[in-house]
């Protein structure tokens, strides 16, 4: 009896080796490729099936993160502090547009600075949260280190907290959603700091 519970416990570890070896388990399938070429770096993006969507070649090595079960964060650092960010789906295959030293929260929404304007929105554009703030942010030498955190809470609104004026005053305030203006949504461009970008 032992045998044979020890001869089916052996048998059915080997085929999930197997398995993982051939890359048959959803668990192994291939999120990304990122491998050094004679211009820098080239980043591969694989959908669903294995199956590659987009290439594009970086002069530096790009960061690349699972921030949830099916999407990737996707970085390139210009400086300190300069970074250059994207998301992609992979089981839609598709891609955000590129935004300029995000804050990501609650691994769907990014804040990020425009013309000392605070913008939240989800990271894929699609229409469920995106506001403009507009307060006495203090000013830094990267515009986004005055936000000091933002969280989604339960009930929908978002606790913000920020530095504020010369003085650098902390400030901590709940904002519905409702309260403030939508931001037109800006034209999609994605990558701008690589090169030899392209959809396969």
Avoid: W
Wanted: aromatic share 12%; with cysteine; glycine share 6%.
């Amino acid at each position: 009896m032992y045998k044979k519970r020890f001869f089916s416990v052996f048998i059915l570890t080997a085929c999930v080796s197997l398995l993982y070896h051939l890359n048959l388990l959803h668990e192994n399938e291939k999120m990304f490729l990122c491998r050094a070429v004679p211009e820098g770096y080239e980043a591969v993006l694989f959908g669903k099936g294995n199956k590659a969507v987009f290439s594009m070649v970086y002069p530096e090595e790009p960061g690349i993160v699972k921030i949830a079960e099916e999407i990737l964060e996707i970085s390139v650092s210009t400086g300190n502090p300069s970074r250059y960010v994207f998301y992609f789906d992979r089981q839609r295959s598709i891609m955000s547009e590129t935004f300029f030293n995000p804050i990501l929260f609650d691994n769907k929404y990014v804040a990020y600075m425009k013309d000392d304007r605070l913008i939240l929105a989800d990271i894929f554009r699609e229409g469920i949260l995106e506001l403009e703030i507009v307060r006495d942010f203090s000013e830094m030498a990267d515009p986004v280190s005055a936000i000091i955190s933002v969280e989604m809470l339960e009930g929908g609104e978002i606790l913000l907290q920020y530095y504020q004026g010369e003085d650098m005053e902390i400030m901590s305030e709940m904002i519905e959603p409702m309260e403030t203006a939508h931001v037109k949504q800006d034209e999609i461009a994605l990558c701008p700091f690589g090169r030899l970008g392209r959809k396969l």
